[in-house]
């Protein structure tokens, strides 16, 4: 008797721990790893909400750029990190959805993170050339299909998510352009400046002074409505491959096992930095829509994004450098 009462209480203790360590946290800083440079586009992101993040938490938040590999280093460190709420992971597509379609990595996406929520998503544009004889999505499938192969489209490099965008877009449009990729995503929209390229995939920000100037022509938005930054340009699919979307997404993830109520306590702050006026229009500035959902929607789009990156893949073909 009195070592069953003995063992309940251990297995009482066992159970109410990790809720007793949600109850406070955080108690200390908590470190966000990036797998990206600083500068890059998931970097900018995150220093955007962390300051809101540190105010909601009562905690300083420390940057971590743990860059290489495609996303992958950072990405491990984050999934073998201890699972207590002080060391998360910001990432876009390329180290969760898309990496581990192309090679082998040390990690599960879907067993080994803990989704927190989504911080925002921004779509792809679809851009070429001013002399390229196109002024539509519609002109553009049937020049494709009408000179197949001749047409290139400039990419930040193989397997990367503008390649994909591209992938996809020959796929479900049915047409041949040529993929040429690049060490970035500057270098290639450099080209299509210069006209080298006839079009590439782009986030809007980095190329909304070129599209208002002239210097490159739009033809669609890769979301499913319309960008405020760009609210006379029709979507892609209603441009006339109707369905397609390529966004660039950026989430907060934890290492799995980390206790719901501590995820639950990110989840509340990161909803309430993300869905700010003051938040909403900075992203709004970027072309990007800020988000903000729940750990089991975030979770769902993961799979989501999974399951079409796998197809995209699996069906192009498409590889590593």
Known sequence: MISWCRLSCVIAAALIAPFAGAQGFPVKPVRVILSVPAGATPDVTARLVTPGLAGALGQPL????????G?????????KATPDGYTIFISSPGALTILPHLRKVPYDTLRDFAPVGLISVGPFV??????LPVQSVKDLIALARAQPGK???ASAG???????????FKQMAGVNITHVPYKGAPQAVTDVLAGHMDM????????????RTGRVKVLGVASA???????????????????????NWFGMFAPAQTPKPIIA??????????????IQKQFAALGAEAVGNSPEEFAAFVRRDMEKYAKVVRISGAKLD
């Not at 996303?71 to 999934?79: F, R, S, T, V, Y």
């Open 62 to 69: 420390v940057v971590d750029n743990r860059p290489g590999a």
């Open 71 to 79: 996303g992958l280093i950072g990405a491990e460190i984050a999934a």
């Open 126 to 131: 679809l851009i070429t050339h001013p002399a």
């Open 151 to 153: 047409l290139n489209c």
């Open 158 to 168: 193989n397997g990367v998510a503008n390649h994909l965008a591209l992938e996809l």
């Open 200 to 211: 590439t995939f782009n986030s809007i920000a980095p190329i909304i002074a070129h599209i």
């Open 225 to 247: 409505k319309r960008s405020s930054q760009l609210p006379g340009v029709p979507t892609i699919g209603e441009a006339g491959v109707p369905g397609y979307e390529a966004e």
């Open 265 to 278: 306590r990110l989840n509340e702050a990161l909803v309430k930095v993300v869905r700010s006026p003051e």
